[in-house]
């Protein structure tokens, strides 16, 4: 895909260009809108919303990671997911199916590949992730989830938040130890290498 002339087509109004960008980025969108506000239909409706934004504001964007430009506007459209829901509370930790019982393992988690054991195992990991992701302030959580889960680096992150890289940094080691932290109540689910040591004696 030659992305640049792709985006200037878009920028010109081809709308057949800009659905081509849709499909090579809506998968990364889609994931951080659903890690950032964990709910499927309210990540459908964020990266919808974000593309059209995109769409509108496309003939505005100056070069640099088109990608993280992209990641901008389906952030921005969580925070503003999430300022309304702070309006009108709230969303249970769990998806509900069709009964409105809680889903204990989201179809979206499942490996086909792996053993029902191993299913069970991700399943139950993946929920802790998202259950200490929860716990995040805002700012912390959408810094994580574009480094750490999109694989964003710093310059990209800032670009993508429009925050100075020395905040991007400070949040995400902050982040980053809320995490582990978190994590550490779940450390029978985790590999050894993200394990704390035992303290001695104990």
Same mark, same amino acid.
């Given at each position: 895909?030659?992305?640049?002339?792709?985006?200037?087509?878009?920028?010109?109004?081809? #709308?057949?260009?800009?659905?081509?960008?849709?499909?090579?980025?809506?998968?990364?969108?889609?994931?951080?809108?659903?890690?950032?506000?964990?709910?499927?239909?309210?990540?459908?409706?964020?990266?919808?919303?974000?593309?059209?934004?995109?769409?509108?504001?496309?003939?505005?964007?100056?070069?640099?990671?088109?990608?993280?430009?992209?990641?901008?506007?389906?952030?921005?459209?969580?925070?503003?997911?999430?300022?309304?829901?702070?309006?009108?509370?709230?969303?249970?930790?769990?998806?509900?199916?069709?009964?409105?019982?809680?889903?204990?393992?989201?179809?979206?988690?499942?490996?086909?590949?792996?053993?029902?054991?191993?299913?069970?195992?991700?399943?139950?990991?993946?929920?802790?992730?998202?259950?200490?992701?929860?716990?995040?302030?805002?700012?912390?959580?959408?810094?994580?989830? #574009?480094?750490?889960?999109?694989?964003?680096?710093?310059?990209?992150?800032?670009?993508? #938040?429009?925050?100075?890289?020395?905040?991007?940094?400070?949040?995400?080691?902050?982040?980053?130890?809320?995490?582990?932290?978190?994590?550490?109540?779940?450390?029978?689910?985790?590999?050894?290498?993200?394990?704390?040591?035992?303290?001695?004696?104990?």
């Amino acid at each position: 895909m030659d992305e640049p002339t792709l985006i200037r087509s878009a920028q010109h109004g081809d #709308l057949e260009a800009f659905n081509r960008l849709v499909l090579a980025h809506q998968e990364a969108l889609y994931n951080t809108a659903l890690r950032i506000l964990n709910d499927d239909d309210l990540a459908a409706d964020a990266t919808q919303e974000a593309f059209l934004s995109a769409f509108r504001a496309i003939s505005g964007y100056r070069g640099g990671s088109f990608r993280a430009w992209l990641l901008r506007t389906v952030t921005n459209a969580c925070y503003d997911e999430l300022r309304r829901r702070k309006r009108r509370p709230t969303t249970p930790l769990l998806p509900l199916d069709d009964d409105d019982e809680e889903v204990e393992a989201p179809r979206w988690l499942a490996d086909p590949s792996a053993s029902p054991e191993e299913q069970m195992e991700q399943a139950e990991l993946e929920h802790a992730i998202q259950h200490c992701l929860d716990g995040l302030p805002t700012d912390f959580r959408a810094v994580v989830v #574009l480094a750490d889960i999109q694989g964003l680096d710093y310059s990209e992150v800032a670009a993508a #938040l429009r925050k100075p890289i020395g905040t991007v940094k400070s949040r995400l080691a902050r982040a980053r130890l809320r995490l582990r932290e978190c994590l550490q109540a779940f450390r029978e689910l985790l590999p050894s290498a993200f394990r704390l040591q035992e303290e001695i004696g104990s």
